[in-house]
């Protein structure tokens, strides 16, 4: 077992997160390597806020969707020329105080008609000119109609709008080169079009490619032949801007474990169950269903030789709902003994159910490629948040 393992055990007794930036870092290099050089990278830090700073010189930008989240890169010091400010709720006064900051510099993206007038008042406002990609949507709530895409650009002259290019992001864990080039091909074909109809030549497109990660035992994920077919089809496009992955998962993922103490074991009506101080509240996997998919998991100290014994593996919820995982074939158990799971580095620790039973959230340390470890968050007492302040108004 690790010395750094060691020593979190030794002053951390219940679950936490440990995320190792030299493989953060290696991860960016293999995608770096993998796709061609003038492709960009974009950090989604919605994905874990918490390694944000560490990959400051390592990304070309930071795709930030919350004042939440742009208040914890401003702490951290991530130059706000790198960020992209997002999503699909901009709070006016949030937006306001960045426009209103002369030294803030980040991109804006328009995710509708009435973001483009939020942030068209404000540059008038302030006297500003602001940096826009607005959103063309793929479909869903985010974004906006081509036609809503032309009349902002079409109206570019008149105002203090920079745009300087689209965003597009379709979803997650996009398995198929297929529907790549298809979205690329559609891009491409939009961008030319504003080129022709508007004089306009977009400098960068921001996509979110949705690079899959295998969570999974049995997932046929060939990750090589991926990024080798997806950077084929950024090649044959005629022209391209500037272009930007934006990337969460593919980024995090692999530098996160998750480790959790078995607290009980015990066999009902011939099933074996084995309960941690974890739970479904403090690791979700995407893609997980009822339970049934197998993550990445090892006992701590043990080798992967495994008995023939299958464990249902459960947390501390009262909820009928908290299985981890079921039918796991463990190396032989017992109290005391650690689950690591891996892969745990993206959105594992911050999708759950975070409230209920108003159980501690797990302590964040960070290992540094030269071995030094830190404490990025104390276990957090949840209770704090569901327990009543009387304030007479
Ligand atoms: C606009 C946008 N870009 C990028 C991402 C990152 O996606 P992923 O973690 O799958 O790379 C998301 C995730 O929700 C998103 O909404």
């Known amino acids: 077992m690790s010395d750094f393992i060691e020593k979190i055990r030794n002053e951390c007794e219940s679950s936490f997160y440990v995320f190792d930036i030299g493989e953060l870092k290696r ?62 709720y901009k709070t006016p006064s949030f937006i306001e105080a960045l426009v209103s900051d002369e030294s803030f510099k980040g991109i ?15 540059s008038e406002k302030y006297g500003r000119e602001l940096e826009v990609l607005p959103r063309l949507t793929n479909d869903s709530q985010f974004g906006m109609d ?33 529907k790549y080039r298809r979205e690329l091909e559609y891009l491409s074909g939009f961008l030319g079009r504003l080129r022709e109809e ?9 996509y979110g490619t949705g690079f899959p990660v295998s969570y999974f035992a049995g997932d046929k994920l060939d990750e090589p ?10 090649e044959e496009l005629p022209q391209k801007p500037r272009i930007i992955l934006e990337l969460g998962r593919s980024i995090a993922a692999s530098c996160g474990k998750y480790y959790t103490h078995i607290v009980d074991i015990k066999k009902n009506k011939g099933q074996n169950y084995a309960l941690t101080d974890g739970g479904m509240h403090h690791i979700v996997y995407f893609g997980q269903y009822m339970a049934m998919k197998q993550p990445f ?40 003994d650690i689950l690591c799971f891996e892969n745990a580095g993206a959105y594992c620790m911050t ?27 104390k276990p957090f007492e949840t209770k704090q948040l569901n327990m009543p302040e009387y304030e007479k108004i």
Not at 38 to 62: G, T
Not at 305 to 331: H, R
């Open 146 to 178: 081509e036609a809503d895409v032309e009349t902002i650009i079409s109206r570019r002259a008149q105002n203090r709008l920079n745009v300087v290019g689209i965003q597009y992001f379709s979803g997650t864990q996009k398995t198929s080169l297929k």
């Open 225 to 234: 032949a991926l990024l080798s077919g997806f950077s084929d089809i950024l």
């Open 297 to 336: 998991v090892s006992v701590l100290g043990k080798d992967g030789s495994v008995s023939d014994v299958q464990w249902t593996v459960c947390g501390s919820l009262c909820s009928m709902n908290d299985i981890i995982v079921k039918q796991l074939a463990l190396p032989e158990i017992n109290v005391g």
């Open 27 to 88: 991860r960016i290099s293999y995608l770096r390597e993998s796709l061609p050089p003038y492709a960009e990278l974009c950090y989604a830090v919605k994905a874990n806020p918490f390694i944000s700073e560490e990959i400051e010189n390592d990304v070309e930008r930071f795709e930030i969707c919350s004042p939440g989240e742009a208040d914890i890169c401003k702490a951290i010091g991530i130059d706000s020329k790198k960020m992209v400010i997002s999503g699909i």
């Open 108 to 122: 804006f993206t328009i995710e509708s008609v009435n973001q483009y007038e939020l942030l068209l008042g404000l």
């Open 198 to 206: 508007y004089s306009f030549e977009a400098r960068e497109l921001e």
């Open 351 to 377: 999708e759950g159910i975070s409230l209920l039973l108003s159980r501690d959230l797990p302590a964040v340390y960070l290992v540094r490629e030269n071995g030094e470890l830190y404490r990025l968050r």
